[in-house]
Nanobody, 116 residues
């Protein structure tokens, strides 16, 4: 079955950096686009970044453009989210996502807290 396991979250000061990882299994990883979403307390889940199956095309939310970078290593079935210049408003649970045959699969998420 499809499994997505995120890691790398934690507490970081404003201006700091974190790298999130998502280990995928149960599907042909190199065939599918992968995405990172986030959900802050009291807010709806929002798309943060997406990467094409071969890593050639990336898209970002306006709020993270220029600060975050999504990447993937297909040989490791892993997608990453490098987050720099973090702000308090980046505080959220970050989820990995893949859509297969119209069905969205989600990891349980990793919490990122940006606070001094």
């Amino acid at each position: 079955q499809v499994q997505l396991v995120e890691s790398g979250g934690g507490l970081v000061q404003p201006g700091g950096s974190l790298r999130l990882s998502c280990a995928a299994s149960g599907f042909a990883f190199s065939t599918y686009f992968m995405s990172w979403y986030r959900q802050a307390p009291g807010k709806e889940r929002e798309l943060v970044a997406r990467i094409s199956n071969l890593g050639i095309t990336t898209t970002y939310a306006d709020s993270v453009e220029g600060r975050f970078a999504i990447s993937r290593v297909n040989a490791k079935n892993t997608v990453y989210l490098q987050m720099n210049s973090l702000k308090p408003e980046d505080t959220a649970v970050y989820h990995c996502n893949v859509r297969i045959a119209g069905i969205d699969y989600w990891g349980k998420g990793t919490l990122v807290t940006v606070s001094s």
